[in-house]
């Protein structure tokens, strides 16, 4: 049980709809990180942010936005979905970036 | 950029062998190194959090070695059981604030 929670589990859109996703961390964790995990492959990082603020993003097009809310919550916003954005989504959480980040189970994405 | 390799990419295993999980990576200048655990379907479990100043880190049957001037980290399971099923991830950090994950090794241990 590592107190980050994402809604929902699974998800399924069509090409060019827009997805929110939704993570709650453990109260404390003023750091949340996104993940993007296509099948078979490690996780690739999406964007981090840190007391509201984003502080750090990957390789990703500016249609993955995110926010982070004073009370420990977070989106992510993927606009004109693709067939490629498929993939396993995950949040993860931190008191600060040096310490170890604790991961949801994460959320199922399919376009099609 | 870092590049994060692990070797082999699957391990099949029967019940009581020790494992032996390979990591490399590019780019020494790490601030630490992960090693998570992701069940099918689940999310990552930390299991172990090396630091750069640290060599190695112990809880249970798990130990991880690091050796930042080779850029390789290793993690060893003893005994194993068919519970440690599963696909092993690593993943460093370097000064900045993002995780760089290698590919995973999945373990078959076989009862």
């Known amino acids: 049980e590592t107190g980050v929670t994402q809604s929902p589990t699974h998800l399924i859109k069509t090409r060019g709809q827009q997805v929110t996703l939704r993570c709650s961390s453990q109260s404390g964790h003023n750091t949340v990180s996104w993940y993007q995990q296509a099948l078979g492959q490690g996780p690739q990082f999406i964007f981090q942010?840190?007391?509201?603020?984003?502080?750090g993003r990957g390789n990703f097009p500016p249609r993955f936005s995110g926010l982070q809310f004073p009370n420990y919550s977070s989106e992510l916003n993927v606009n004109a979905l693709e067939l490629d954005d498929s993939a396993l989504y995950l949040c993860?959480?931190?008191?600060?970036?040096?310490?170890?980040?604790?991961f949801g189970d994460g959320t199922r994405l399919s376009i099609l | 950029k870092q590049e994060v390799t692990q070797i082999p990419a699957a391990l099949s295993v029967p019940e009581g062998e020790n494992l032996v999980l390979n990591c490399s990576f590019t780019?020494?200048?790490?601030?630490?190194l992960q090693w998570f655990r992701q069940d099918p379907g689940k999310g990552l479990t930390s299991l172990l959090l090396i630091q750069s100043s640290q060599r190695e880190q112990t809880s249970g049957r798990l130990n991880a070695s690091l050796d930042k001037s080779s850029g390789r980290s290793t993690l060893y399971i003893a005994a194993s059981q068919p519970g440690d099923s599963a696909t092993y991830l690593c993943a460093v950090r370097l000064n900045d604030y993002k995780l760089s994950f290698g590919a995973g090794t999945t373990v078959t241990v076989r009862a």
């Open positions: 780019d020494s200048a790490i601030y630490n």
């Open positions: 993860a959480s931190s008191r600060d970036s040096n310490q170890p980040q604790h």
């Open positions: 942010y840190y007391r509201e603020e984003e502080n």
